[in-house]
């Protein structure tokens, strides 16, 4: 079995682009991520693509051979939709092969074209990730569907509005030396609480934007890796992927992610590794209670103390297991069928120390991607280790 | 390395059943494969699912956990849409999975709900399958397409309508014996000639149907097989995959397939047979000229030739070679996710005597599925032999 190494990651600023297409910013990131890696092109054997609304947005399906030409590069490409979680799909089935010695050189990545729809329009279109016959058509969106779940989550463990603001005051502040992040501004615990709400307990604070981006990454075999020279140290050594039933009234609670815990067990055993070993994460937090139900799902957290970590220090910069040290999708941005490989992106710079915050993990080795679609009826977790130059 | 084996299969009927959705056709499909399989839904492991317009005619995208939800089966799903040949790359896929060791049990398949949309409607929906910017706003169809690679295949190889009518009416004879194919009626050359328009050349009949229907197979490693005693003769040995540029108007010629050849090429060889070894085919005749080029791409007819198979008898029921004894997507209908993995599921009935049209086939040992996405900007291939039971 062949270990997979990242070779270059590429990503455009994540923001409020309506007037590019996702072609348009596939290109981009992926012509950084070409760069960045240092492999022609033409080596790629294969390119797995993440998208989730582009028929909507862009009245645009079949991506997958689009976007390869975005990429300049001609190799067969298919498109992995699974809500938010899309990108890291298609990871989790790149990783699969280049383990399988069938490719040596993957383009994996994705984008999303978003806020042409509006704000109204975006929304309407995240909630076909949702169950249309039983929760759309009753009314039911994603911030509703969230906030049901901190609900559930405030009535079972405790905590509130206030813990729930710490997250996005900690991701806000991570954000501060990204430069591509949609936001880039020190937030407060009362902005987080002053700010309009959005679905009781949710304001607007809790939530991530509406974005349009790309991410885009080069991933090779070892082999290949080691024959080529590249500067390569970080490896993807653990891949899971977990599932639930979609509509939240089908589940067994509503503040806990199953599927998530089910794709990081997967990913640790594959690894290597448990939960202890965790460095740093990028968490998939849609909304502030995501990153809380995502820290218990990965046993960073024991259930019903997530709620706390941001609060008391756990998961900020300086803490014990920074989270989202990208900014995460509230300040970075979330442009959903890019948001998977960026997490990606963002935990090897991270770990390789070309992060604007790897000073704050200078020790780190390791570190974990939690990418999730709908409400967690999807996930996929990754490892990534620092495993030094191939 | 792991031998794929399929351990059963199950199409719905396909043709025009508006008030059904995709969830409904997927769960009658699954069950069957199930039932086929003798298989417990518990023992699987990850779903691989093939749709492509959910988010057209159903408003509804992450379509993998609600058909794991519809199949009864709790595992990780991802959606793969890769246009017409969605479940080809969603079968893609699983092969490597099984072969890489990670899965023993997969449950792969696609449905498609179309006619809901009208035939207007779909064909717009469809038409998200070309390059929206470059193709689609300029008014292109798919039936403009495909009469625009057929215009050129007269032009550089000769032949004619007559020649393209005989593979509709090889189809329509192959599909009466086939009870879950849209159509179970004999045309005749006169018939296809006298047809009305669509796009010069090609007329209704040298087009498939609008269809709505559902397709799944129970794969899973041959130690699995082995160990449950499944009986399951038939193995992929093969698969492939192609690009290509995704507009017809950057192609180098408009009367080939170089996406398919690619595909062909990487199964033959992965299968380790050639061409010649072929018994027999299901290919993507989404248009009669489909057909040709596919057969021309598969080297199972050589450049320029394979315009007369159908008329001159070769790939007929009797022939050298039979193409399409399904009836193919002319005749069996054509709902576009399912199509792939039922092309497999006709397959592999075909070479294990259990499908209506056997007899024609008696000694058949291997067999090819051809899927194509788009103009054939993607393309998948496998190859499936009978080997024995495990």
Not at 10 to 32: C, I, K
Not at 229 to 246: K, N, W, Y
Not at 252 to 260: G, I, Q, T
Not at 313 to 341: C, F, M, Q, W, Y
Request: glycine fraction near 12%; charged fraction near 20%; proline fraction near 4%.
């Amino acid at each position: 079995m062949s270990e997979v190494r990242i070779a270059g990651t590429g990503l455009t600023p994540f923001g409020n682009v309506p007037e590019r297409t996702g072609r348009d910013l596939f290109a981009q990131a992926s012509a950084a991520a070409f760069e960045d890696s240092g492999v022609p092109r033409d080596d790629v054997e294969a390119v797995f693509y993440g998208n989730f609304m582009g028929e909507l947005a862009e009245h645009q399906g079949h991506q997958g051979p689009l976007m390869a030409e975005a990429a300049g590069v001609r190799a067969p490409a298919t498109r992995y939709e699974s809500a938010c979680a899309s990108s890291g799909a298609a990871i989790r089935d790149a990783v699969v092969r280049i383990r399988n010695g069938e490719t040596d050189v993957a383009l994996v990545g994705g984008a999303e074209r978003m806020t042409n729809l509006g704000t109204a329009g975006a929304t309407e279109a995240l909630a076909i990730a949702a169950d249309d016959l039983w929760e759309v058509r009753a009314g039911m969106t994603f911030p509703g569907a969230y906030a049901l779940m901190a609900q559930a989550y405030f009535s079972e463990y405790g905590g509130g509005r206030e813990e729930l603001a710490h997250v996005a005051v900690k991701n806000h502040e991570n954000a501060l030396t990204n430069e591509k992040a949609q936001y880039q501004s020190a937030i407060t615990v009362e902005d987080v609480l002053e700010a309009p709400q959005v679905s009781s307990p949710l304001g607007l604070y809790d939530s991530c934007p509406i974005s349009d981006g790309a991410a885009a990454i080069v991933l090779t075999s070892e082999t290949y890796a080691e024959e080529h020279d590249l500067d390569a140290p970080v490896a993807i050594t653990g891949s899971g992927q977990g599932g639930d039933r979609m509509a939240l009234h089908d589940r067994e609670y509503l503040a806990r992610s199953p599927a998530a815990r089910e794709a990081g067990e997967e990913a640790y055993a594959d690894a290597g590794i448990d939960a202890t070993d965790v460095d740093l994460a990028e968490v998939h937090d849609c909304f502030t209670i995501a990153e809380v139900l995502a820290l218990e799902a990965l046993d960073i957290e024991p259930i019903g103390e997530g709620i706390s970590a941001a609060r008391d220090g756990r998961t900020t910069a300086d803490g014990e297991t920074p989270i989202n040290l990208s900014g995460g999708l509230k300040a970075k941005g979330h442009p959903v069928g890019a948001t998977g490989a960026s997490q990606i992106a963002e935990v090897a710079t991270l770990l390789s120390g070309e992060h604007p915050n790897s000073e704050y993990v200078a020790e780190a080795t390791t570190g974990v991607a939690h990418n999730a679609g709908g409400t967690v009826a999807s996930a996929t977790v990754h490892v990534l280790e620092e495993v030094g130059r191939p």
